[in-house]
């Protein structure tokens, strides 16, 4: 699969009701937008991936990740999903779960909780099989050999069509860029040591290995 320039990292919160719920957190009208920066992309090639301690709980969020192959205008009409997305991998939006809390309570923006570096972790680009094709399997996690998340996109609440659309739409959808999906029931705190596996339909996509540093 060619290799592409990375440019916007694009991700939704709360995109799966169980997962707003175990939160304590109202599901949204509408896709609920975020981003990390580019640094913040690790490969989750087994290796460690090095994460701020000391800083209270870092939580793992297992979620569907697309990337764009040619630039797509919003238009006002919804996108063409299998025209712009050219290959899906897996990720874990890693959180500061006790920073995030206390910027919620001030209204200030989630960046230090959501975008600090290898925040991003990423599996190898996989042929993407078409729109229609997402709810055939099931994607996971596991964490020291134990599933700790599953998820499919038939229980998004936003499907990926709407979520691109809307990004398109509010703030440009173009080549490079990737989106990460939302995540399902199970988000909870690393250890150092855990070892992090990401799965769709059995197959292991990518795995990491959790350094506290």
């Given at each position: 699969m060619k290799p592409m320039l990375l440019k916007n990292v694009y991700c939704v919160g709360r995109n799966y009701r169980?997962?707003?719920?175990?939160?304590?957190?109202?599901?949204?009208?509408?896709?609920?937008?975020?981003?990390?920066?580019?640094?913040?992309?690790?490969?989750?090639?087994?290796?460690?991936?090095?994460?701020?301690?000391?800083?209270?709980?870092?939580?793992?969020?297992?979620?569907?990740?697309?990337?764009?192959?040619?630039?797509?205008?919003?238009?006002?009409?919804?996108?063409?999903?299998?025209?712009?997305?050219d290959a899906m991998a897996l990720g874990i939006d890693f959180t500061l779960r006790d920073v995030q809390s206390v910027l919620k309570q001030k209204g200030h923006p989630w960046l230090p909780a959501k975008g600090f570096l290898n925040s991003a972790l990423l599996s190898e680009w996989q042929p993407f099989p078409g729109a229609a094709a997402l709810a055939e399997a099931d994607f996971s996690l596991r964490r020291n050999g134990q599933e700790v998340q599953r998820g499919n996109t038939r229980d998004m609440i936003f499907d990926l069509q709407t979520i691109l659309t809307y990004v398109a739409a509010n703030y440009g959808l173009g080549e490079g860029d990737i989106v990460y999906t939302g995540t399902p029931a199970g988000v909870a705190a690393v250890a150092d040591g855990d070892v992090l596996e990401l799965l769709r339909d059995g197959e292991r996509w990518g795995s990491a290995v959790v350094k506290l540093g």
């Open positions: 169980l997962h707003a719920e175990e939160l304590g957190n109202a599901v949204p009208e509408e896709p609920m937008i975020f981003m990390k920066p580019t640094h913040a992309v690790v490969k989750a090639d087994g290796g460690e991936v090095i994460l701020p301690g000391g800083r209270g709980e870092i939580h793992y969020e297992a979620e569907l990740v697309f990337r764009i192959g040619k630039d797509c205008v919003g238009s006002g009409g919804a996108l063409d999903v299998d025209a712009c997305v």
